[in-house]
Protein backbone atom coordinates (compact mmCIF):
# COMPACT_ATOMS: atom_id res chain seq x y z
CA UNK A 1 0.00 0.00 0.00
CA UNK A 2 1.54 3.22 -1.18
CA UNK A 3 0.00 6.62 0.76
CA UNK A 4 0.39 9.67 -1.35
CA UNK A 5 2.57 12.20 0.47
CA UNK A 6 1.10 15.36 -0.12
CA UNK A 7 -1.14 14.36 2.29
CA UNK A 8 1.83 15.48 5.08
CA UNK A 9 1.21 19.26 5.85
CA UNK A 10 3.39 21.13 8.00
CA UNK A 11 1.92 19.86 10.92
CA UNK A 12 -1.05 17.96 10.65
CA UNK A 13 -2.16 15.27 7.70
CA UNK A 14 -4.79 16.37 5.23
CA UNK A 15 -6.02 14.67 1.43
CA UNK A 16 -8.98 14.17 -0.32
CA UNK A 17 -11.35 11.24 0.68
CA UNK A 18 -11.63 8.12 -1.42
CA UNK A 19 -8.28 9.99 -3.57
CA UNK A 20 -5.77 10.55 -0.82
CA UNK A 21 -7.66 8.49 2.27
CA UNK A 22 -9.86 5.35 1.98
CA UNK A 23 -10.47 2.92 4.97
CA UNK A 24 -7.48 1.06 5.01
CA UNK A 25 -5.30 3.79 5.07
CA UNK A 26 -6.86 5.21 7.80
CA UNK A 27 -6.93 2.25 10.03
CA UNK A 28 -3.58 1.69 9.60
CA UNK A 29 -2.50 5.49 10.27
CA UNK A 30 -3.97 4.74 13.71
CA UNK A 31 -2.00 1.20 14.05
CA UNK A 32 0.82 3.26 12.97
CA UNK A 33 0.43 6.26 15.26
CA UNK A 34 -0.12 3.68 18.55
CA UNK A 35 2.96 1.80 17.49
CA UNK A 36 4.95 5.14 17.13
CA UNK A 37 3.83 6.54 20.28
CA UNK A 38 4.53 3.30 22.19
CA UNK A 39 8.06 3.28 21.28
CA UNK A 40 8.48 6.82 21.86
CA UNK A 41 6.16 6.87 25.59
CA UNK A 42 6.98 2.98 26.61
CA UNK A 43 4.59 3.81 29.81
CA UNK A 44 1.96 5.05 27.13
CA UNK A 45 -1.67 3.47 28.22
CA UNK A 46 -3.87 5.54 26.60
CA UNK A 47 -5.10 7.93 23.74
CA UNK A 48 -7.77 10.37 23.58
CA UNK A 49 -9.24 11.02 20.34
CA UNK A 50 -12.28 13.21 19.27
CA UNK A 51 -13.73 14.39 15.57
CA UNK A 52 -15.25 17.30 13.65
CA UNK A 53 -18.81 17.27 11.96
CA UNK A 54 -17.54 16.74 8.38
CA UNK A 55 -19.41 14.17 6.55
CA UNK A 56 -16.70 11.27 6.78
CA UNK A 57 -14.93 12.07 9.89
CA UNK A 58 -17.34 9.69 12.66
CA UNK A 59 -16.36 6.60 10.34
CA UNK A 60 -12.90 7.77 10.33
CA UNK A 61 -12.27 8.33 13.63
CA UNK A 62 -13.97 4.80 14.31
CA UNK A 63 -10.93 3.44 12.36
CA UNK A 64 -8.68 5.42 13.99
CA UNK A 65 -9.52 4.28 17.13
CA UNK A 66 -9.63 0.29 15.84
CA UNK A 67 -6.43 1.15 14.87
CA UNK A 68 -4.64 2.78 17.89
CA UNK A 69 -6.96 -0.14 20.22
CA UNK A 70 -5.17 -3.16 17.67
CA UNK A 71 -1.84 -1.90 19.33
CA UNK A 72 -2.80 -2.46 23.20
CA UNK A 73 -3.70 1.08 24.10
CA UNK A 74 -6.94 2.43 25.41
CA UNK A 75 -8.82 4.67 24.11
CA UNK A 76 -11.03 7.80 25.39
CA UNK A 77 -13.59 8.84 22.53
CA UNK A 78 -14.84 12.40 23.90
CA UNK A 79 -16.62 11.83 20.16
CA UNK A 80 -17.40 15.51 18.11
CA UNK A 81 -15.89 18.06 19.80
CA UNK A 82 -13.09 21.04 18.64
CA UNK A 83 -9.53 19.97 18.55
CA UNK A 84 -9.22 22.75 21.72
CA UNK A 85 -11.33 20.35 24.01
CA UNK A 86 -8.99 17.26 22.19
CA UNK A 87 -5.65 18.83 23.72
CA UNK A 88 -7.23 19.77 26.96
CA UNK A 89 -8.56 16.31 27.95
CA UNK A 90 -4.48 15.34 27.24
CA UNK A 91 -4.29 16.99 30.78
CA UNK A 92 -7.32 15.48 32.03
CA UNK A 93 -6.58 11.92 31.34
CA UNK A 94 -2.94 12.12 31.57
CA UNK A 95 -1.79 10.81 28.42
CA UNK A 96 1.00 12.66 26.02
CA UNK A 97 -1.41 11.08 23.28
CA UNK A 98 -4.28 12.49 21.20
CA UNK A 99 -5.45 12.66 17.56
CA UNK A 100 -8.31 14.71 16.40
CA UNK A 101 -9.84 13.87 12.67
CA UNK A 102 -10.40 17.30 10.78
CA UNK A 103 -9.30 19.10 7.81
CA UNK A 104 -10.18 22.20 9.85
CA UNK A 105 -10.42 24.87 6.95
CA UNK A 106 -10.05 23.18 4.04
CA UNK A 107 -12.71 22.39 1.57
CA UNK A 108 -15.52 19.53 2.09
CA UNK A 109 -13.82 16.64 0.30
CA UNK A 110 -10.89 16.72 2.45
CA UNK A 111 -10.26 15.26 6.02
CA UNK A 112 -7.35 14.71 8.18
CA UNK A 113 -5.47 14.29 11.50
CA UNK A 114 -4.12 16.45 14.03
CA UNK A 115 -1.69 14.45 15.72
CA UNK A 116 -0.05 15.05 19.33
CA UNK A 117 3.38 14.34 20.01
CA UNK A 118 3.15 15.66 23.82
CA UNK A 119 0.79 17.33 26.09
CA UNK A 120 -0.22 20.62 23.50
CA UNK A 121 2.22 19.34 21.17
CA UNK A 122 1.49 18.91 17.64
CA UNK A 123 3.00 16.03 15.78
CA UNK A 124 5.00 18.26 12.93
CA UNK A 125 7.56 17.24 10.15
CA UNK A 126 9.34 14.54 10.83
CA UNK A 127 7.38 13.02 12.76
CA UNK A 128 4.40 12.82 10.15
CA UNK A 129 6.66 11.18 7.48
CA UNK A 130 7.63 8.89 10.21
CA UNK A 131 3.85 8.00 10.96
CA UNK A 132 3.50 7.94 7.67
CA UNK A 133 5.95 5.76 6.51
CA UNK A 134 4.66 3.36 9.25
CA UNK A 135 1.50 3.02 8.01
CA UNK A 136 2.89 1.59 4.79
CA UNK A 137 4.34 -1.20 6.86
CA UNK A 138 1.99 -3.24 8.59
CA UNK A 139 4.30 -6.12 9.61
CA UNK A 140 6.10 -3.59 11.67
CA UNK A 141 3.09 -2.65 13.97
CA UNK A 142 2.66 -3.95 17.35
CA UNK A 143 -0.14 -6.31 17.49
CA UNK A 144 -1.66 -6.52 20.84
CA UNK A 145 -2.84 -10.18 22.26
CA UNK A 146 -5.37 -7.99 23.98
CA UNK A 147 -6.86 -4.75 21.90
CA UNK A 148 -7.45 -1.68 24.08
CA UNK A 149 -10.65 -0.74 25.35
CA UNK A 150 -12.11 1.78 23.65
CA UNK A 151 -14.55 3.88 26.30
CA UNK A 152 -16.75 7.26 25.04
CA UNK A 153 -16.17 9.86 27.91
CA UNK A 154 -18.44 13.22 27.25
CA UNK A 155 -16.09 16.00 28.88
CA UNK A 156 -18.10 19.09 27.70
CA UNK A 157 -19.22 19.93 31.32
CA UNK A 158 -16.31 19.15 33.37
CA UNK A 159 -13.94 21.14 30.42
CA UNK A 160 -16.67 24.51 30.41
CA UNK A 161 -16.30 24.43 33.99
CA UNK A 162 -12.31 24.25 33.94
CA UNK A 163 -12.15 27.44 31.24
CA UNK A 164 -15.08 28.86 33.67
CA UNK A 165 -13.27 28.82 36.25
CA UNK A 166 -10.00 30.27 34.76
CA UNK A 167 -11.71 33.05 32.83
CA UNK A 168 -14.46 35.68 34.90
CA UNK A 169 -17.15 37.78 32.92
CA UNK A 170 -18.90 39.96 34.91
CA UNK A 171 -21.21 41.47 32.04
CA UNK A 172 -23.65 40.67 29.89
CA UNK A 173 -23.08 40.26 26.16
CA UNK A 174 -25.22 40.01 23.12
CA UNK A 175 -23.28 37.94 21.15
CA UNK A 176 -23.38 36.67 16.95
CA UNK A 177 -21.79 32.74 16.70
CA UNK A 178 -21.70 31.94 13.08
CA UNK A 179 -20.09 28.18 12.70
CA UNK A 180 -20.75 27.65 8.83
CA UNK A 181 -22.49 25.03 9.92
CA UNK A 182 -19.85 22.98 11.22
CA UNK A 183 -18.49 21.86 15.21
CA UNK A 184 -18.36 24.95 16.81
CA UNK A 185 -22.25 25.97 15.86
CA UNK A 186 -23.06 23.09 18.14
CA UNK A 187 -20.77 23.89 21.19
CA UNK A 188 -20.11 27.30 21.42
CA UNK A 189 -23.25 28.57 22.60
CA UNK A 190 -24.15 26.47 25.28
CA UNK A 191 -20.75 27.70 26.43
CA UNK A 192 -21.29 31.66 26.25
CA UNK A 193 -24.89 31.24 27.41
CA UNK A 194 -23.44 29.37 30.48
CA UNK A 195 -21.70 32.63 31.06
CA UNK A 196 -24.40 34.82 30.65
CA UNK A 197 -24.15 36.40 27.55
CA UNK A 198 -27.39 36.46 25.13
CA UNK A 199 -26.47 34.41 21.87
CA UNK A 200 -27.47 34.85 17.98
CA UNK A 201 -27.03 31.62 16.35
CA UNK A 202 -25.99 31.50 12.62
CA UNK A 203 -25.65 28.80 10.20
CA UNK A 204 -25.31 26.78 13.54
CA UNK A 205 -26.54 23.65 12.05
CA UNK A 206 -24.74 21.00 11.20
CA UNK A 207 -23.66 19.94 7.73
CA UNK A 208 -21.33 18.50 6.51
CA UNK A 209 -21.45 19.22 3.23
CA UNK A 210 -20.15 22.77 3.72
CA UNK A 211 -23.65 24.37 2.15
CA UNK A 212 -21.74 27.90 3.14
CA UNK A 213 -18.14 27.20 1.76
CA UNK A 214 -15.68 26.60 3.84
CA UNK A 215 -15.55 27.66 7.42
CA UNK A 216 -12.32 30.27 6.91
CA UNK A 217 -12.74 32.98 10.02
CA UNK A 218 -9.92 34.63 7.33
CA UNK A 219 -12.48 35.00 4.25
CA UNK A 220 -13.90 37.82 3.30
CA UNK A 221 -17.16 36.65 2.71
CA UNK A 222 -17.47 34.94 6.24
CA UNK A 223 -16.51 38.57 8.01
CA UNK A 224 -18.98 40.15 5.98
CA UNK A 225 -21.72 37.67 6.65
CA UNK A 226 -21.07 37.90 10.08
CA UNK A 227 -21.05 41.84 10.01
CA UNK A 228 -24.58 41.63 8.55
CA UNK A 229 -26.25 39.63 11.28
CA UNK A 230 -24.27 42.12 14.02
CA UNK A 231 -25.69 44.81 12.83
CA UNK A 232 -29.19 43.62 12.10
CA UNK A 233 -29.21 42.28 15.55
CA UNK A 234 -27.56 45.08 17.18
CA UNK A 235 -25.49 42.92 19.00
CA UNK A 236 -21.89 43.70 20.70
CA UNK A 237 -19.53 41.42 19.00
CA UNK A 238 -19.89 38.64 16.63
CA UNK A 239 -17.64 35.37 16.79
CA UNK A 240 -17.33 33.35 13.91
CA UNK A 241 -15.12 29.99 13.82
CA UNK A 242 -13.86 27.04 11.55
CA UNK A 243 -14.57 23.62 11.50
CA UNK A 244 -12.71 22.38 14.23
CA UNK A 245 -13.08 25.45 15.97
CA UNK A 246 -9.27 26.32 16.90
CA UNK A 247 -9.62 29.62 14.93
CA UNK A 248 -11.79 32.44 15.48
CA UNK A 249 -13.21 36.02 13.57
CA UNK A 250 -14.49 38.99 15.21
CA UNK A 251 -16.87 42.28 14.18
CA UNK A 252 -17.11 44.65 16.23
CA UNK A 253 -20.36 46.12 17.48
CA UNK A 254 -19.93 49.01 14.86
CA UNK A 255 -19.96 46.23 12.38
CA UNK A 256 -16.33 46.56 12.21
CA UNK A 257 -14.18 43.17 10.47
CA UNK A 258 -11.01 43.41 12.67
CA UNK A 259 -8.36 40.82 11.28
CA UNK A 260 -7.08 38.82 13.97
CA UNK A 261 -3.45 40.29 13.64
CA UNK A 262 -5.59 43.06 15.35
CA UNK A 263 -6.71 41.25 17.96
CA UNK A 264 -3.08 40.23 18.44
CA UNK A 265 -1.95 43.34 19.81
CA UNK A 266 -5.30 43.80 21.81
CA UNK A 267 -4.75 40.40 23.74
CA UNK A 268 -0.67 41.20 23.90
CA UNK A 269 -1.97 44.16 26.30
CA UNK A 270 -4.14 42.50 28.26
CA UNK A 271 -1.29 39.71 28.69
CA UNK A 272 1.66 41.99 29.26
CA UNK A 273 -0.78 43.39 32.55
CA UNK A 274 -0.67 40.51 34.12
CA UNK A 275 3.03 39.36 33.01
CA UNK A 276 4.70 42.10 32.73
CA UNK A 277 8.12 42.75 30.25
CA UNK A 278 7.79 39.17 28.72
CA UNK A 279 8.22 38.11 25.13
CA UNK A 280 4.86 37.62 22.78
CA UNK A 281 5.02 35.64 19.89
CA UNK A 282 3.15 36.12 16.81
CA UNK A 283 3.30 34.64 13.15
CA UNK A 284 5.19 36.38 10.41
CA UNK A 285 1.82 37.54 8.76
CA UNK A 286 0.83 39.92 11.91
CA UNK A 287 0.25 43.48 11.16
CA UNK A 288 2.81 46.05 12.55
CA UNK A 289 0.50 47.08 15.15
CA UNK A 290 1.14 43.72 17.13
CA UNK A 291 4.78 45.43 17.56
CA UNK A 292 4.01 48.97 17.83
CA UNK A 293 1.70 47.28 21.09
CA UNK A 294 3.84 45.25 22.59
CA UNK A 295 6.64 47.67 22.60
CA UNK A 296 4.17 50.44 23.96
CA UNK A 297 3.09 48.40 26.89
CA UNK A 298 6.39 47.25 27.79
CA UNK A 299 6.94 43.63 26.21
CA UNK A 300 9.37 41.99 23.96
CA UNK A 301 8.18 41.13 20.25
CA UNK A 302 8.99 37.72 19.24
CA UNK A 303 7.92 36.91 15.30
CA UNK A 304 8.25 33.45 14.28
CA UNK A 305 7.09 31.35 11.14
CA UNK A 306 3.51 30.94 10.88
CA UNK A 307 1.90 27.74 11.60
CA UNK A 308 0.61 26.76 14.86
CA UNK A 309 2.80 23.43 14.85
CA UNK A 310 5.71 25.46 14.66
CA UNK A 311 4.95 28.28 16.83
CA UNK A 312 3.98 25.82 19.85
CA UNK A 313 7.45 23.89 19.14
CA UNK A 314 9.28 27.68 19.28
CA UNK A 315 7.51 28.52 22.34
CA UNK A 316 9.37 25.39 24.33
CA UNK A 317 12.57 27.66 23.76
CA UNK A 318 10.91 30.53 23.89
CA UNK A 319 8.73 30.77 27.27
CA UNK A 320 6.34 33.17 26.03
CA UNK A 321 2.99 33.99 27.95
CA UNK A 322 1.18 34.20 24.82
CA UNK A 323 1.07 33.70 21.21
CA UNK A 324 -0.98 35.04 18.62
CA UNK A 325 -1.41 34.30 14.55
CA UNK A 326 -3.09 36.35 11.72
CA UNK A 327 -5.01 32.97 10.73
CA UNK A 328 -6.44 33.26 14.49
CA UNK A 329 -4.83 31.26 16.83
CA UNK A 330 -4.47 31.82 20.03
CA UNK A 331 -1.82 30.34 22.90
CA UNK A 332 -2.22 31.30 26.29
CA UNK A 333 0.86 29.33 27.44
CA UNK A 334 0.94 31.00 31.27
CA UNK A 335 -2.60 31.60 32.23
CA UNK A 336 -4.49 28.22 30.54
CA UNK A 337 -1.79 25.77 28.46
CA UNK A 338 0.42 25.54 25.24
CA UNK A 339 -2.18 24.86 22.36
CA UNK A 340 -4.85 26.77 20.89
CA UNK A 341 -8.72 26.79 21.82
CA UNK A 342 -11.36 28.61 20.41
CA UNK A 343 -13.58 28.63 23.61
CA UNK A 344 -11.13 30.10 25.24
CA UNK A 345 -9.81 32.86 23.73
CA UNK A 346 -13.69 33.65 23.00
CA UNK A 347 -14.41 34.10 26.97
CA UNK A 348 -10.97 35.94 27.35
CA UNK A 349 -11.84 38.34 24.82
CA UNK A 350 -15.00 39.26 26.41
CA UNK A 351 -13.45 39.56 29.85
CA UNK A 352 -11.01 41.95 28.79
CA UNK A 353 -13.76 43.98 27.34
CA UNK A 354 -15.97 43.66 30.82
CA UNK A 355 -12.95 44.43 33.22
CA UNK A 356 -11.77 47.22 31.37
CA UNK A 357 -15.54 48.32 30.18
CA UNK A 358 -15.25 48.72 26.95
CA UNK A 359 -16.55 48.28 23.71
CA UNK A 360 -14.23 46.34 21.21
CA UNK A 361 -14.52 49.36 19.04
CA UNK A 362 -13.49 51.58 21.51
CA UNK A 363 -10.99 48.98 22.75
CA UNK A 364 -9.41 49.14 19.01
CA UNK A 365 -9.28 52.97 19.08
CA UNK A 366 -6.42 52.89 20.44
CA UNK A 367 -4.13 51.06 18.76
CA UNK A 368 -1.73 52.00 15.99
CA UNK A 369 -3.69 52.37 12.70
CA UNK A 370 -2.52 50.86 9.44
CA UNK A 371 -4.65 50.11 6.03
CA UNK A 372 -4.74 46.40 6.03
CA UNK A 373 -5.29 43.67 3.21
CA UNK A 374 -7.20 40.39 4.19
CA UNK A 375 -5.52 37.18 4.18
CA UNK A 376 -5.28 36.49 0.43
CA UNK A 377 -4.40 33.24 -0.94
CA UNK A 378 -3.69 31.96 -4.23
CA UNK A 379 -3.74 28.56 -6.03
CA UNK A 380 -0.21 27.35 -6.23
CA UNK A 381 0.49 23.45 -6.96
CA UNK A 382 2.94 21.92 -3.88
CA UNK A 383 5.31 20.24 -6.38
CA UNK A 384 5.80 24.81 -7.56
CA UNK A 385 5.18 26.75 -4.57
CA UNK A 386 8.73 26.35 -2.56
CA UNK A 387 10.71 27.23 -5.19
CA UNK A 388 8.94 30.34 -5.89
CA UNK A 389 9.60 31.91 -3.04
CA UNK A 390 13.28 32.11 -3.83
CA UNK A 391 12.70 33.78 -7.17
CA UNK A 392 10.59 36.52 -4.70
CA UNK A 393 13.13 37.36 -2.70
CA UNK A 394 15.65 38.24 -5.68
CA UNK A 395 13.32 40.20 -7.00
CA UNK A 396 12.50 41.99 -3.59
CA UNK A 397 16.53 42.49 -2.99
CA UNK A 398 16.99 44.14 -6.12
CA UNK A 399 13.41 46.23 -6.24
CA UNK A 400 13.74 47.44 -2.52
CA UNK A 401 17.04 47.69 -1.81
CA UNK A 402 15.97 50.05 1.39
CA UNK A 403 13.97 47.72 2.61
CA UNK A 404 14.81 45.04 5.64
CA UNK A 405 13.99 41.75 3.76
CA UNK A 406 13.04 38.68 6.05
CA UNK A 407 13.33 35.26 4.58
CA UNK A 408 15.61 33.25 7.73
CA UNK A 409 14.01 31.04 9.73
CA UNK A 410 11.62 33.53 10.76
CA UNK A 411 9.99 33.89 7.87
CA UNK A 412 10.21 29.94 7.48
CA UNK A 413 8.26 28.86 4.29
CA UNK A 414 8.66 32.57 2.73
CA UNK A 415 9.59 36.04 2.71
CA UNK A 416 8.52 39.65 4.33
CA UNK A 417 9.62 42.77 3.38
CA UNK A 418 9.37 45.40 5.89
CA UNK A 419 9.28 48.66 5.41
CA UNK A 420 9.11 51.96 7.51
CA UNK A 421 5.46 52.81 7.03
CA UNK A 422 4.01 49.13 5.77
CA UNK A 423 5.31 45.85 4.65
CA UNK A 424 3.84 42.99 2.96
CA UNK A 425 4.57 39.06 3.29
CA UNK A 426 4.56 36.25 0.39
CA UNK A 427 4.72 32.89 1.58
CA UNK A 428 3.67 29.02 0.69
CA UNK A 429 0.79 27.12 2.73
CA UNK A 430 1.37 24.62 4.98
CA UNK A 431 -1.73 22.86 4.04
CA UNK A 432 -2.73 23.18 0.67
CA UNK A 433 -1.64 24.03 -2.85
CA UNK A 434 -1.67 27.73 -2.43
CA UNK A 435 0.53 30.72 -1.38
CA UNK A 436 -0.66 33.50 0.71
CA UNK A 437 -0.17 37.36 0.25
CA UNK A 438 -1.00 40.18 3.24
CA UNK A 439 0.10 43.64 3.00
CA UNK A 440 -0.75 47.27 4.78
CA UNK A 441 0.24 50.85 5.07
CA UNK A 442 -0.18 53.87 7.10
CA UNK A 443 -0.87 55.50 4.08
CA UNK A 444 -3.64 55.23 1.36
CA UNK A 445 -1.37 55.91 -1.47
CA UNK A 446 1.22 53.60 0.29
CA UNK A 447 -1.28 51.00 0.39
CA UNK A 448 -2.46 51.41 -2.90
CA UNK A 449 1.19 51.21 -4.85
CA UNK A 450 1.95 47.86 -2.88
CA UNK A 451 -1.32 46.36 -3.93
CA UNK A 452 -0.42 47.59 -7.32
CA UNK A 453 3.17 46.01 -7.16
CA UNK A 454 1.73 43.00 -5.93
CA UNK A 455 -0.95 42.30 -8.59
CA UNK A 456 1.84 43.71 -11.12
CA UNK A 457 4.69 41.00 -9.62
CA UNK A 458 2.54 38.23 -8.68
CA UNK A 459 0.69 37.78 -12.39
CA UNK A 460 4.32 37.55 -13.84
CA UNK A 461 4.98 34.09 -12.37
CA UNK A 462 2.56 30.91 -14.22
CA UNK A 463 2.98 29.35 -11.39
CA UNK A 464 0.07 30.88 -9.60
CA UNK A 465 -3.44 30.32 -11.08
CA UNK A 466 -5.60 33.41 -10.55
CA UNK A 467 -9.01 31.81 -11.65
CA UNK A 468 -11.47 32.46 -8.45
CA UNK A 469 -13.29 29.73 -8.97
CA UNK A 470 -10.72 27.29 -7.41
CA UNK A 471 -11.59 26.28 -4.25
CA UNK A 472 -8.70 27.33 -2.47
CA UNK A 473 -8.58 31.21 -3.51
CA UNK A 474 -9.67 33.45 -1.47
CA UNK A 475 -9.45 37.32 -1.12
CA UNK A 476 -8.31 37.75 -4.49
CA UNK A 477 -10.18 40.47 -5.27
CA UNK A 478 -8.00 42.19 -2.99
CA UNK A 479 -5.08 42.17 -5.00
CA UNK A 480 -7.14 44.12 -7.61
Known sequence: MKINRHIIR??????????????????????????????????????????????????????VADGIASTGLSVIDIGLTMVGTVYWAQYYFKTQAAVMVTASHNPAEYNGFKMAIDFSESMIGKELNDVVDLAE???????????????????????????????????????????????????????????????????????????????????????????????ETGSDIGFSYDTDGDR???????????????????????????????????????????????????????MWRTGHGFLKKKNQEVKAPFIGELSGHFFFSADFYNHDDGCYVTLRLLSYLAKTNQTLN??????????????????????????????????????????????DERAGDGVRLELEDGMFVFRYSQNGPYTTVKFEAKAQDKYDYL????????????????DKSVGVNVNVESLE
Open 248 to 302: IGIVDGKGTIIWNDVLVALLAIDILKEHPGEKIMYNTLCSKVVDDAIVANGGVPF
Open 362 to 407: EAISSLTKYISSPEIKLACDDDKKVELMDKVVLILTKDFPEAEIIS
Open 137 to 231: KPDEFIVAEKFGEIEKNDVRDVYFADIMERVKINRKFKVVVDASCTTPGVIVPDLLRRVGCEVIESNCELDGTFPLGVADPTELIVAERLRDKVL
Open 451 to 466: KKYLNKLLHSFEEINW
Open 10 to 63: GYDIRGIVDEDLNPEIVKNIGASYGTYMQKKYPDLKKVVIGYDSRLTSEEYHNL
